[in-house]
């Protein structure tokens, strides 16, 4: 058996390998019924033998620029004419031979070049519906047979028929009758398989499925225009979308489907955990949601909502943990997580990163998995969500698949085309550091999947924005004609104007695509330029401290460095406030949209670009052209929640309200900030997952959200031993101690700070700036160089007025504003000459909320001396006159 796919075949004439003929032959070799061996230095089993001629040249550029991680493989000619598109159905292999014919090395072949440069296809595909019939088309140009099963029934039974496919321009087409709609069928296809080295005849789901059955097992027969599928006023839509004048005014509010409601107890239980919790009116979920969007976010992004395995779709199958066990046992116990454990690969709970088929809504979350329902009640709750103000982001998880292989039931695109959608090391094994089972979107019909699937969700669900999980393992290309092609989308041809679509998504360069090792890709640097955020893990480390994978008591600018120590970091007082100087500049190129060329001056007193201010590992801060470009955040799913991550971080001797104000002040600076703000759920209302960093497979137990507001979760136990158990030691004293927990009086005091930090942001222009220009002009910072004060941040934002030359007049309102946060523990006097002379007040919002110690802050104009709270983020304005 040849274990290996180590030779790359990238073009018609040419194969790439790392191994040198010298004086011997190299030859091509090729098995219609994949019986090739090697024996006694022989090949055997083959059917075609093909001898290659070493190149004395390079390979060619269009070849490294494609493949960069074998730019100095030798080349090896392939000679022509040759009939390439049969031979790419066998099992291949290339040898090299010593002058005595002995079989040196020999390896089988990776093909993604070639099948890209043959059989790129730009047509239709998946099942395609007219008035007098159904076509189907699969993409499968290295299959020898393909065949529709059909069924008449979603789950049971044999096929009622079995259609042959027929290969024309190597696509599989087959024409069923019309009235076949609503039936179902599941592809039956042959083909060789490299990592078992044989023809493989495995049955899966079409790639472009629209609709499925239970737990995805067969592909519905479903025509997404049908009327009867688009609730009352679908069409119109497009039309009555939320306002959003600019990406800029753009705020972002992350949330998982299943929280949202499934602890809800004034959702009906039909609907908790699902898509129609998000039709009622009434429910404390919506009037949250609400509460929000009154106060300023603009869209829900919504974790996976695809077809993902690790969730059943048969809700009457799931377990459940005895809640009343839960609830009788200690807060530091052990014992809840080990219940949970139990049974969490058979509950309803995932977060859903684990995706099997990306054009699909997860059955799961609606009423009946099988048929339309899921189609219905998904656009019922875009519908519904857009009616109270909020626009729809969808996360992508296209960077890997959850299975992959010819047997697995989950595996769909590598039973199809094997080899060419995932992407696969020098040795031919499946690249897995996304976590498993990585895509190539480097691939021409990779990329076409991927762009096609998106165009699905904006046109057929009226979505409003993708979030690309791991987007720095897709290509730049990929993204930039991604946001191309949505944004070519018009109200007159597909009822969406598509250049309101926003797309974001994590931009970290690592793995085997670090430093565009295969090609350019989609990371933080890349994207430069291109109007596509990625997230801001800069301005979340130095708010939080250290990094996620740093140690848990590693304390930052929100969470008490040098102010208030929590005695984890002995390096002295010198150390500490120089590293809080250090990480006060990095939070103000956030606030400053994190922009490459903006200029500061930093903690030395020397002015110098965000580019020029470097992370502990040496790359820059700010990377960013423009402010949307930036997703300012200090807590997402992934990680502790804010208020755990500030619960281990912080001194165990402080009070719960000094906690929840430092949770107060984080938010603020990212609510503040130039740039998109993004908030994970819960953010808002102390949310605790009882110190899980990892709540992805956790139960509903430990993600609990309640818009209730009795309780934050905290103390539910001990987090799951998988992904928490190393620091059980720190987190057991302080979920045992009850004066971590906050009382319902926290909550609402947390949610209405948060509301008011939002009304704040959308009550002037200037928090929303457009242009790197916009924010150079009119953004600056005080309190800085050497002689700051420890703990103090000052931001002014400036308007120019009407008439009069310089500064355009932006903000109707306010010619200036002022925003201090003051980390300290202790109230602080700041002294800003610069700022004197002014006509400054307290924002009137500050002045009219519940928060008692923000209506303390106070500005002397005669010296401009601003006194802040402590924990406390101040705003001052000064209004035009008349």
Not at 132 to 157: C, D, H, Q
Not at 204 to 217: A, F, I, K, N, Q
Request: net charge negative; with cysteine.
């Amino acid at each position: 058996m040849l274990l290996h796919c180590r030779a790359f075949w990238v073009s018609r004439s040419i194969i790439a390998w790392n191994v040198d003929v010298e004086d011997g032959a190299c030859y091509l070799y090729a098995s219609r019924n994949a019986n090739l061996s090697v024996t006694n230095d022989a090949i055997r089993g083959y059917d075609c033998k093909i001898k290659l001629k070493e190149g004395e040249d390079r390979l060619p550029q269009y070849v490294t620029k494609r493949f960069p991680h074998i730019q100095d493989y030798k080349t090896y000619k392939v000679p022509q004419p040759l009939d390439c598109e049969n031979l790419l159905k066998c099992q291949l292999a290339v040898a090299i031979f010593t002058p005595d014919g002995k079989c040196k090395s020999a390896t089988g072949l990776q093909l993604p070049g070639i099948i890209d440069e043959l059989f790129s296809y730009t047509g239709p595909l998946g099942a395609v519906f007219s008035s007098e019939a159904i076509s189907l088309y699969l993409w499968a140009p290295t299959a020898t047979v393909v065949r529709a099963f059909i069924y008449n029934s979603p789950l049971n039974g044999d096929p009622f028929d079995i259609v042959e496919l027929k290969e024309a321009n190597d696509v599989w087409t087959a024409t069923l009758p019309r009235h076949w709609e609503g039936y179902y069928y599941a592809y039956e296809v042959s083909v060789y398989h490299p990592t078992t080295s044989q023809i493989e005849t495995s049955l899966t789901c079409d790639p472009y499925s629209r609709g499925l059955s239970c737990d995805g097992r067969r592909t519905l027969l479903v025509d997404l225009d049908c009327d009867d599928l688009k609730p009352e006023g679908w069409d119109n839509l497009g039309h009555e979308k939320p306002d959003l004048l600019s990406m800029a005014d753009i705020s972002i509010y992350e949330l998982h489907i299943r929280d949202f409601s499934a602890n809800d107890h004034t959702v009906h239980p039909d609907f908790r955990g699902g898509y129609l919790a998000f039709t009622l009116q009434d429910s404390a979920g919506v009037l949250h949601l609400k509460k929000l969007s009154s106060a300023g976010i603009t869209h829900i992004h919504l974790l996976p909502t695809f077809h993902f395995a690790g969730v059943g779709d048969e809700k009457h199958k799931w377990k459940h943990a005895d809640t009343a066990k839960l609830k009788s046992l200690p807060p530091d116990s052990d014992e809840q997580q080990a219940l949970i454990s139990t049974i969490q690969n058979e509950d309803g709970y995932n977060w859903g990163y684990n995706p099997v088929l990306w054009g699909v809504p997860k059955g799961s979350y609606a009423s009946d998995p099988n048929g339309s329902c899921r189609i219905i009640e998904f656009r019922k709750m875009v519908q519904a969500l857009n009616h109270i103000g909020l626009r729809v982001v969808l996360d992508g998880v296209y960077n890997h698949l959850h299975a992959s292989g010819h047997c697995d039931e989950n595996s769909v695109l590598d039973k199809i085309v094997p080899g060419y959608y995932l992407r696969r090391n020098s040795d031919g094994r499946i690249e897995n550091s996304t976590c498993v089972n990585n895509t190539a979107s480097e691939h021409f019909m990779v990329e076409r999947l991927i762009l096609d699937d998106l165009m699905c969700w904006a046109v057929q669900y009226k979505v409003d924005g993708f979030r690309f999980d791991l987007m720095g393992h897709l290509m730049k290309k990929t993204m930039v004609n991604a946001k191309t092609l949505l944004h070519s989308l018009t109200m007159e041809k597909s009822g969406v104007d598509g250049s309101k679509i926003f797309l974001y998504g994590e931009g970290w360069d690592f793995g085997e695509v670090a430093s565009n090792g295969r090609g350019i890709n989609a990371s933080q640097f890349n994207l430069y330029g291109n109007g596509i955020g990625s997230f801001n893990d800069r301005i979340r480390d130095a708010l939080l401290g250290g990094s996620p994978f740093g140690h848990p008591l590693q304390q930052g600018f929100a969470s008490g460095l040098f102010v208030e120590p929590n005695d984890h970091d002995l390096r002295g007082d010198a150390a500490a406030e120089h590293t809080l100087a250090v990480l006060k500049d990095h939070i103000q190129l956030g606030m400053a949209g994190n922009l490459k060329d903006f200029v500061l001056v930093n903690h030395d007193g020397e002015e110098v670009k965000g580019s020029e201010i470097l992370t502990h590992d040496g790359k820059p801060i700010a990377y960013t052209s423009c402010p949307i470009e930036t997703i300012n955040y200090v807590s997402a799913h992934d990680n502790e929640t804010l208020f755990d991550i500030l619960s281990l971080k912080t001194s165990m001797h402080i009070s719960v309200e000094e906690r929840c104000r430092m949770n107060h002040l984080a938010t603020s600076v990212i609510a503040l900030s130039q740039g998109i703000p993004f908030f994970h759920s819960g953010d808002e209302i102390l949310r605790s997952k009882s110190l899980d960093r990892d709540s992805y497979n956790s139960g509903d137990w430990f993600n609990r959200l309640d818009f209730n507001y009795n309780s934050n979760n905290w103390g539910v136990g001990l987090p799951p031993k998988e992904k928490n158990e190393q620091n059980w030691p720190l987190m057991k004293p302080r979920l045992a101690n009850p004066s971590f927990k906050p009382q319902k009086s926290h909550i609402i005091a947390a949610l209405e700070n948060f509301c008011n930090l939002l009304q704040i942001r959308y009550s002037s222009p200037l928090f929303r700036l457009r242009t790197a220009n916009a924010i150079q002009e009119r953004v600056r910072f005080h309190n800085v160089g050497p002689s700051w004060t420890p703990g103090v941040i000052v931001m002014s934002l400036e308007d120019g007025y009407e008439g009069f030359p310089g500064l355009t007049q932006l903000d109707p309102t306010y010619s200036y504003i002022v925003v201090l946060v003051n980390a300290c523990p202790m109230k602080v006097s700041c002294t800003i000459p610069a700022l004197s002379s002014k006509s400054l007040r307290l924002h009137p919002i500050q002045m009219s909320s519940n928060d008692a110690m923000v209506k303390k802050s106070t500005y002397d104009p005669s010296s401009g001396c601003f006194t802040v709270p402590a924990r406390t983020t101040s705003v001052f304005v000064q209004p035009r006159s008349g």
